[in-house]
């Protein structure tokens, strides 16, 4: 689904103040959900997590945090829950053998790079985990979810949307009130410049850690040359600002719902479209892995890494967990 506009606004309007009720039982029943305990793993659990509904950067953070625990020696495996994906799990992700209709994007994301595995019940993903070597899990997404206990929870916050009209679902973006998203969480990872100034609505004492997407390499090919950007991301503004720091010239743009299935029909349009404006056809590596496969060797892919502006900092949330890794027998 496309995310409503006055999810963006500040709060005001009819939509937000008819749509509160319905927030007031949703922010009731996620109180009551993480009141409940989890399971404690007898490896790290760490949690890439965000307080809205959408993307904010958290599968982005979680392969960096992924890549950084692998360079220490540590076997690390991803989980997730799978959005999109028509699987329950738990199930280890098969890029060979599993498409986005089973696991969803993400996951597939993850896959390429480390173990991964998807499950709705994230205690039984984490046991599945475990039993399949992992010293320590990364979580993408789950915040929200209390079944698993986390050692380390970051909030991560894309900078250009920040928390919306600060309102509760269905009136705004947010799956609980930020204060207590905060609360469960040791440090806010801001991606991008705080374009909204939502670093006022944390905690004072929450360390706030900073970051940036930078173009991966292939995007250096594009600079000076015109592209037709599509995708479906929640805030497909953040791909269209990489392409114009890689240099790309943007000759059309379309943006698509979040997880939005291509089928034949809309890649058939889209490269028809990108022919008339004589374009290089672009997009996400999480897009790509969403059209048909017949058609992929006529797009390409421009992908994102994560710079951090200070990287001591991470590494120092990092340096704890290194005890609680179990030392294979």
Known sequence: MRAPAF?????????????????????????????????????PVI??????????????????????????????????RGYGGRLKGPARVDPAVHDSQAVGDEALLLAAERPAWISADRAAGARAAIAGGAQAIIMDDGLQNPTL????????????????????????????PVAAAAARCRAAVMIGEDETNAVRLLPPGLRVLRAHLRPGPEAAMLAGQPVHAFCGIANPKKFFATLQEAGAMIAGRAPFADHYPFDEGDMRAILAEAETLRAIPVTTRKDFVRIPPAFRS????VTVRLEWEDTAAIEALLDPLAGRVPIPA
């Open 298 to 301: 006529r797009v390409t892919v």
């Open 149 to 176: 206990e986390k050692d380390l929870s970051l909030l991560i916050i894309d900078g250009s949307f920040g928390f919306g009209n600060n309102r509760i679902i269905p009136a705004g973006p947010l799956r609980e």
């Open 7 to 43: 999810w963006g606004g500040d709060g005001s309007g009819l939509m937000p103040l008819l749509l509160s009720p319905i927030a007031s039982f949703y922010e009731a029943a996620t109180a009551r959900r993480m009141a409940k305990p989890g399971w404690q793993a007898p490896v």
């Open 47 to 80: 949690c890439c997590g965000n307080a809205t509904a959408g993307g904010a950067g958290k599968t982005t953070v979680a392969l960096d945090l992924g890549q950084r625990l692998a360079h220490r020696g540590i076997a690390v495996q991803f989980l997730l």
